[in-house]
């Protein structure tokens, strides 16, 4: 039993640690979108004094290409997070609960939703590429578009239907097992941020989800790390 609890205690803290990682994504993200403002302001600012034209230009390219890093960076932590944290502490919890198994199978599905991307779109560059400025080059542009579009479709609905098991399943069975209506809370707002995503107004519910969760996790670990300490102590 106590090997059981080690086991499950691990498994929650890798969860959480995901979670803080998508968080910080998130920061880093909010970050980002900043400075593409600020690109944006310095755009019309550009515009409206000419005179100031090469520095404010170099304003620009330093805003875009700040917005270029920090995206990819929090693209990066965000991808560590699911696939270095998330996915293995799924799998750590499956081995003490089943049920999780959905869960680690849903990462599993993002990861091949993600991969189909990839692919997709290196399949496309090269088709551009092999073309070139021959006669075929519109020909092979619409191809490449509809190549694109199917591979986009594919890979995002594959990779929605992981993102569901993952985290909308995975925060229901986590309140199943540990009665901690913040799972709940949480699982709730991802629904509806799904729903929103679709109206192209989806991602601040997801990150408050985020928090819960990492709010969660903790109470759960500490209470479970309580429960095994004590007996000890007695």
């Given amino acids: 039993m106590e090997t059981q609890n080690v086991v499950e205690i691990g498994a929650l803290r890798t969860l959480r640690s995901g979670f803080l990682y998508l968080l910080v994504a998130v920061i880093v993200g909010v970050v980002a979108v900043l400075a593409g403002l600020i690109s944006i302001i310095a755009a019309f600012g550009f515009m ?10 170099a304003g620009i390219v330093g805003a875009e290409f700040l917005l270029l890093v920090l995206s990819l960076v929090a693209v990066g932590i965000a991808l560590y997070a699911i696939f270095g944290k ?44 092999a ?8 020909r092979s542009a619409v191809i490449g578009d509809l190549t694109l579009s199917g591979v986009l479709l594919i890979g995002g609905i594959i990779g929605l239907i992981g993102y569901i098991l993952t985290f909308v399943v995975g925060a229901f069975k986590l309140h199943n097992r540990y009665q901690n209506s913040l799972y709940m809370a949480a699982g709730i707002l991802y629904v509806i941020d799904i729903l929103l995503m679709f109206l192209g107004l989806g991602g601040i519910l997801t990150a408050v989800g985020y928090i819960l969760m990492y709010i969660a996790l903790d109470d759960t670990i500490n209470k479970l790390s309580t429960a095994t300490t004590t007996p000890a102590q007695t």
């Fill in 131 to 138: 073309a070139g400025s021959s006669p075929e080059t519109m």
């Fill in 48 to 57: 409206a004094a000419v005179a100031h034209g090469p520095s404010a230009f």
């Fill in 86 to 129: 998330i996915r293995p502490g799924m799998r750590q919890l499956s081995e003490v609960d089943n049920g999780f198994r959905i869960s680690y199978t849903g990462t599993t599905l993002m990861l091949v939703g993600l991969l189909i991307l990839v692919l997709g779109i290196i399949v496309v560059v090269a088709m551009f590429a």
